[in-house]
């Protein structure tokens, strides 16, 4: 089971650290995504995480402003959104899986797992 917090209300320009947790298993040999989706729209993919070997994939929409991380102390995928614009407003979620090859870390289709949204708003 998947965790996402720290969400909020935060306005242009600002941070917001985004955690994604698991419970009752580790993320080794894990994928992590995060991806966000607003009323009707596609679910749309941000970044994505291998934990074994850390390579990073990252939307061309948040590129250079958002930093996915893992924190293996405490078995967390974490998102850093700097520079935050009203676009990046949406419910963000997490999702985990052991089999995706690199092609489709972008695709929600891919993952097994998903957590609980959390939503990000950012005012003007």
């Known amino acids: 089971q998947l965790q996402a917090s720290g969400g909020g209300l935060v306005q242009d320009g600002g941070s917001l650290r985004l955690s994604c947790a698991a419970s009752?298993?580790?993320?080794?040999?894990?994928?992590v995504g995060w991806f966000r989706q607003t009323p009707g729209k596609e679910r749309e993919f941000v970044a994505g995480?291998?934990?074994?070997?850390?390579?990073?994939y990252y939307a061309d929409s948040v590129k250079g402003r958002f930093t996915i991380s893992r924190v293996s102390a405490e078995n967390l995928v974490n998102l850093q959104m700097n520079s935050l614009r009203l676009e990046d407003t949406a419910v963000y979620s997490c999702?985990?899986?052991?089999?995706?090859?690199?092609?489709?870390?972008?695709?929600?289709?891919?993952?097994?797992?998903w957590g609980q949204g959390t939503q990000v708003t950012v005012s003007s």
């Open positions: 999702a985990a899986s052991r089999t995706i090859i690199t092609s489709s870390v972008r695709r929600p289709s891919a993952y097994d797992y």
């Open positions: 009752g298993r580790t993320f080794s040999g894990y994928t």
């Open positions: 995480i291998k934990w074994s070997g850390g390579s990073t």
